[in-house]
């Protein structure tokens, strides 16, 4: 049996139900002129930061930059960062109400990820903080080159892990418990050399 399950052989229709793990995927909601068009202005106007964490006493600075934007008095708690929303942008905007048409949704606010390139990842974990919700809804919208992006199971090493390559254009919505027993992570990849942005849209609890 395949290390991986492939998303696109375990359903057709875009969606995928596997032990507590509930994804839809739906490739090309943007036009290839328009992902590329967004894709720079994001390069050039967003307030990119690099997140610096406290390990073992040593302060670390990470590859990618990241941006948190949203409604007025949005905050966002990742490892011990505390981040106020930065004001939407007119783009950000768009792009909005364009995942919140296409998954029946609503959001307060999105967190970008620009990895420059295959030697930028992001480890395993869950986005399953208390200001999330109990069940919360993730929309992971992809901007650039193709990356994989994989799921094990928290709990259980004999669920096969899942791989799933997230095109240019293309919405991931990670919802039901799948945060409860998953966890994700965008490895590395370094023979790709060109960028690639991620705007998860979130509903935070205030």
């Not at 999105?110 to 069940?135: K, Q």
């Not at 240019?168 to 790709?192: A, E, N, T, V, Y």
Request: glycine share 6%.
């Amino acid at each position: 049996m395949s290390k991986y399950k492939l998303f696109r052989e375990l359903e057709t229709d875009g969606n995928l139900s596997y032990n507590g793990l509930d994804l839809s995927y739906s490739a090309n909601i943007l036009e290839a002129n328009i992902s590329d068009s967004i894709l720079k202005k994001m390069i050039a106007l967003i307030e990119w930061d690099f997140d610096t964490f406290k390990i073992m006493g040593k302060n670390i600075t990470l590859k990618r930059k990241t941006a948190f934007y949203g409604d007025s008095s949005t905050y966002y708690n990742y490892s011990g960062n505390k981040r106020e929303a930065k004001r939407w942008t007119e783009d950000l905007l768009f792009l909005k109400r364009k995942v919140e048409s296409r998954t029946k949704l609503v959001f307060n606010s999105v967190l970008l990820n620009d990895y420059a390139n295959g030697e930028v990842g992001m480890g395993w974990h869950s986005d399953d903080e208390r200001e999330r919700g109990s069940n919360p809804a993730i929309a992971s919208l992809s901007l650039g080159v193709s990356r994989d992006f994989l799921f094990k199971h928290k709990y259980n090493k004999n669920f096969n892990k899942v791989k799933l390559t997230l095109e240019d254009g293309s919405l991931l919505l990670m919802h039901g418990r799948s945060q409860h027993f998953w966890s994700h992570s965008l490895p590395k990849r370094l023979r790709i050399s060109e960028r690639r942005i991620n705007l998860t849209f979130r509903n935070i609890l205030k």
